[in-house]
């Protein structure tokens, strides 16, 4: 099954493998959607404007080292959490973490809607962890769902948090089911991934993340942990 | 004292939560950062065949589990390699004068081919590629993460 795809420089490149599920870089609609974050230079949490992947993504690709390390600068935290909920150790979820930008790196030239980063390197991480935790295992999964387990390396020491409140929230956030952690930790992100993004993340229905998102936050706002801190 | 902690004020406190809690750490950023070199340039080596991905179940297989085979195509050669804890271990077909270097994010290391196409290299923890210095088409295989 060969697959012609146009590159940004416009040589044409033949690919035999498609990417893996939904992490399709290069879709049929070309034309970005008016209304995605991409159209924004303004980061929704930050004051400084933020270099666009569009203008990052042909720079790189010419060797430009700097926009390069643009790129890894903008998409860490995705790929970063992405991999959070993982029985992973620290460094093999830095390993994973580094392989992600690998292949980053060897598909940057078939890029063609550079909007959609956030969402294909959260799911080539996701891909990158599965290979490693198939490899460290040595068995075929049946069903990669059972081999995320609930773990949460981060949310032991808050010694590090010299706020009350912060602390407050650290605690609160690690009582969440992991279900929850996971969703929340996506949401944080930013540039932000789409609902459909985190949907396919979580294997779940996207029309579900904003009310299951809302039930978490509702669920942290309430724990006892954050009661001090909020108006009744 | 109590405030208002609407959605936006409670996943800005997270987002602040995590940063401090679990930060991406700063040698996997330097590793990310230093993944573009000579990738760029090179022509990607097609994967044909990866023991992990496309063998049978552990139960089924013999009792080499600790290496892992791979095979990709580049032009009309084929490049086998094995995978170890320590060492790579390969082969090119059709052989002939063909440089190839061994690639790590630490360093590279070059390496020849013997008669037959054959090539051995020791190799440090993380991921591996291989360098093809086909004339006139530099190829690389993709990282062979580990």
């Excluded at chain 1, 962890?129 to 390396?153: E, F, H, I, K, Q």
């Excluded at chain 2, 990866?50 to 297989?61: C, F, G, I, N, T």
């Amino acid at each position: 099954m060969a697959a012609t795809t146009q590159t940004m420089r416009g040589v044409t490149r033949t690919r035999r493998r498609p990417f893996p599920r939904g992490t399709t870089l290069g879709g049929r609609t070309r034309t970005p959607r008016a209304g995605t974050y991409a159209d924004t230079v303004r980061s929704p949490t930050g004051e400084r404007e933020q270099p666009r992947f569009e203008d990052l993504v042909p720079r790189a690709i010419d060797g430009d080292h700097a926009a390069w390390e643009s790129i890894v600068a903008r998409l860490q935290r995705v790929v970063w959490h992405a991999i959070a909920g993982f029985d992973l150790s620290a460094a093999d979820r830095q390993d994973a973490f580094a392989a992600t930008f690998f292949r980053l790196s060897e598909r940057l030239a078939t890029v063609q809607q550079p909007q959609k980063l956030p969402g294909w390197v959260a799911t080539t991480a996701r891909n990158e962890v599965l290979t490693l935790l198939r490899a460290r295992r040595r068995l075929t999964p049946t069903d990669p769902a059972d081999m995320a387990l609930p773990a949460s390396p981060a949310t032991s020491d808050d010694s590090l948090l010299d706020d009350e409140l912060h602390r407050a929230v650290h605690r609160g956030f690690a009582a969440l089911p992991p279900r929850c952690q996971e969703l929340l930790r996506l949401a944080t992100l930013d540039p932000p991934l789409s609902y459909a993004e985190i949907g396919e993340l979580l294997d779940m229905p996207h029309g579900s993340i904003g009310p299951t998102r809302q039930r978490c936050l509702d669920q942290l706002r309430s724990s006892p942990d954050l009661r001090p801190f909020t108006e009744d | 004292m109590t405030r208002r902690l609407d959605d936006t004020d409670l996943l800005d406190l997270l987002r602040r939560v995590l940063d401090r809690t679990d930060p991406v750490p700063a040698a996997a950023v330097d590793a990310a950062g230093a993944a573009d070199w000579a990738a760029v340039d090179a022509e990607l080596a097609e994967l044909a065949f990866d023991s992990l991905l496309d063998e049978r179940p552990v139960a089924l297989r013999d009792d080499d589990g600790d290496v892992r085979s791979l095979t990709f195509t580049a032009g009309d050669r084929t490049v086998e390699i094995d995978v170890t804890a320590d060492e790579l271990v390969g082969r090119i077909d059709p052989a002939g004068d063909l440089p190839i270097e061994v690639v790590q994010p630490s360093g590279r290391r070059q390496a020849r081919l013997d008669d037959l196409g054959r090539f051995r290299a020791p190799v440090g923890p993380g991921p591996v590629r291989l360098h093809l210095f086909l004339p006139g088409r530099p190829t690389t295989t993709p990282w062979i993460t580990r």
